[in-house]
Structure formats: C-alpha cells, structure tokens
C-alpha cells in the first residue's frame, strides 16, 4: 500500500515527519491477521511487535537525529469479533506504560479514523490502522499524555538508561495484560 500522499497530508501536523522520511528513520512493519485467529492471539503479536519496534529505536535516540527515529506497526487484515481500534488497546497500552520511563512515545491510529489535531484542526483519517513507535520529544509530547498524568510527568525526565522494561513483570502477554488492567485508568476531561 501506498501511503506517501497520507504522510505528505501529515507534515503540517507533525514537523518530525518529513526530516525523519528524509534520513530513511521512519520504518514499517507489518502484522498481517491470520484467518480464524482469536483477538487475545491478535493482541499479543501487536504487543511483541511493538516491543520489536521500541527496542529498535532504543539504540538510535542517542546518536544524531535520534529524535527522529519511528517505527510503526500496520495492523491489516480481520479478527473475527474485534476492530482495529479494539486490537490495538491493550498493547497500545502496556506498551505506553513500559517504553514512557525510556523516552519512547506510542500512539494508537485506526484505519479511518478522523481525529482533531492539538490546536483543532482536522488530522486526515488513515488508510491503515497502525502503532507508531517513536522517539518522545520532551517539550511537546507530555500534552499528547494529559489523560495520564503520571506518564505525563515521566517524559521529561526520561531517560534511556539501558534498563529492562520488563524488569519487573513477566515479558509474557498474559502476565502484561494482567499488570497493564493495574494501572491508572486515564483521566477524561
């Protein structure tokens, strides 16, 4: 699939965008559904697949135009039972939760899907539904975390130490899933 037009629509909106493109740092990866898998299957591959794409970008945020760094997971294909954005959540999640601490920003887009930019314009829905793994820009990205303050406050003083995000759970999806339902549950204005 194409989506050259879909990201030159999104330079207004992220100015990272086009130098990362520009410096080959922005990279895809595709996880195709199975026929007949089950939703719990789904979302544990999603998640593994974030995983893949965070420690990928680990190593390249220290050197020159580290901040420009992306990965991005495509979800396609269909699970009986369950949409993309439902897919998504709960890796979307634990994965935010993990890589925060580190300076790794995730996001969450549905194929579809209109959203509302941070000074209210209107963000072109995409063409495909995918997780984009990215460097966290400290001065900007905390408002992309209000409905969470902790992970709000943890951005800026972010630092990628080398640690193991899964120092203290389980690096198993059950065991994340069932540590990411612990966690505070965002805040809706």
Not at 12 to 31: A, D, K, N, Q
Not at 155 to 173: K, N, S, T
Request: glycine letters at 8%.
């Amino acid at each position: 699939m194409d989506v050259s037009g879909y990201l030159a629509d999104l330079y207004e909106h992220c100015p990272f965008l086009r130098p990362s493109i520009r410096r080959g740092m922005t990279g895809w990866t595709v996880y195709e559904i199975t026929p007949g898998s089950h939703q719990y299957a789904v979302e544990a591959e999603l998640f593994y697949a974030g995983v893949q794409a965070a420690e990928w970008i680990r190593p390249l945020m220290g050197r020159p135009y580290g901040v420009l760094a992306c990965e991005n997971v495509v979800l396609l294909g269909h699970c009986e039972g369950a949409d993309h954005r439902e897919l998504m959540a709960w890796p979307h999640w634990a994965l935010k939760h993990l890589y925060v601490p580190v300076g790794i920003m995730f996001g969450k887009f549905a194929q579809g899907a209109a959203e509302t930019g941070r000074r209210g314009q209107s963000i072109p829905p995409p063409p495909l539904s995918f997780l984009p793994a990215r460097a966290g820009v400290r001065p900007l990205d905390p408002m992309f975390l209000e409905a969470t303050p902790d992970l709000a406050a943890a951005l800026p003083v972010a630092a990628d130490d080398g640690r193991d995000v899964f120092e203290h759970i389980p690096c198993e999806w059950k065991a994340v899933r069932e540590w990411a339902r612990s966690l505070p549950r965002p805040q809706r204005r």
